[in-house]
């Protein structure tokens, strides 16, 4: 059980996890492609970031995911505020 940890392994699950659930999101069409994305890809970043240090990747491919993570996560963070705005000044915002 502890390899399974400490090589990755269950970095690759969760991003497997983390794809079928943006699957089924956009097949069952809850959300469009955008929020999908804009929802999941922080996340899974993250996790291919926690990947590339267990299977002793080089730490550039650590580096860029992190940073990857935090633009996405600020252009869901943008997304996510503007549609307050819209809500609180009664126009519609897109399908969410």
């Given at each position: 059980m502890a390899?399974?940890?400490?090589?990755?392994?269950?970095?690759l699950l969760v991003l497997a996890v983390i794809a079928a659930e943006a699957a089924l999101l956009?097949?069952?069409?809850?959300?469009?492609?955008?929020?999908?994305f804009s929802l999941l890809l922080p996340g899974a970043c993250l996790t291919a970031a926690i990947w590339t240090t267990a299977s002793g990747k080089p730490w550039f491919w650590t580096a860029l995911?992190?940073?990857?993570?935090f633009v996405f996560?600020?252009?869901?963070l943008r997304e996510r505020v503007r549609l307050a705005k819209a809500?609180?000044?009664g126009a519609e915002g897109p399908d969410r």
């Open positions: 390899g399974f940890f400490e090589t990755g392994q269950a970095a956009l097949i069952l069409r809850w959300l469009g492609v955008r929020p999908v995911l992190l940073a990857l993570s996560h600020l252009a869901d809500a609180r000044s």
